[in-house]
């Protein structure tokens, strides 16, 4: 479940262990072994009382660290680690990049709402935005009844700064493409301004026939989303835990690009 290669690398961004200066207490499961019980719940969709006992930690153990984990930004840091390795590479291509989002349903909680495509029953939505490959680059949440046009600028701006084979660091697509649900003047222009050209559909205009002719790299990582069954449907109130989950799925995709 946890390669050493990935492993070498959330070394680098997971908190260190707290101690007890007065000593004594139980045991504390080591990180990779509670790790592998994380992705196991990511890939499967178990909940936590569900984890095999092979994996060592009990689910409630597990939880409580991913709890921790999350309120300490790892898993972000982690995907941004993983690109960095991707890029210093060469593989992530800045050329075009596409943005596109999916909706699923989900428990009452923050960042959720009623979906006016699946007859207002409460849902969040995933907001994606890949490189040319299909690499996630950036990744967001929201309630199911905002427009997607909201999440263009929020999304753009948490791109990070990614590390490149030569050269500094980059952070700015040069083309974004999208659908003609972010089609405004105000959103071409903003791109502009950052120097990122904007191939956003027309409404009337373009013909639906092409639409996808760049744009089907970002829904093919949508569909490897389904490789993350804990992503199905959203049980978690907590946004930041469903996000949470969703940065781990981003991580893996990457990985498996790395290894390849």
Known sequence: MVPDELWELFQQVVPPAPTRPQGGGRRRYGDREVLAAIVFVATSGCTWQQL????GPSGPTAHRRFTEWTKAGVWAKLHRLVLDEIGSRG???WSRCAVDSVNMRAEKGALTGPNPVDRGTYGSKIHLITDR???PLSVGVSGAN???SQALMPLV???PSIRLSRGPRRRRPAKLHADKGYDYDHLRRWLRSRG???RI???GTDSSARLGRHRWTVERTIAWFGRYRRLHRRYERKAERFLAFTAIACTLICYNRLTK
Do not use: E, N
């Open 52 to 55: 095999p006992p092979g994996f």
């Open 91 to 93: 593989g992530v291509d």
């Open 157 to 159: 701006t948490g791109m």
């Open 146 to 148: 905002p427009h997607d």
């Open 133 to 135: 490959a299909g690499l």
């Open 196 to 198: 990122i050209t904007p």
């Open 201 to 203: 559909a027309r409404r």
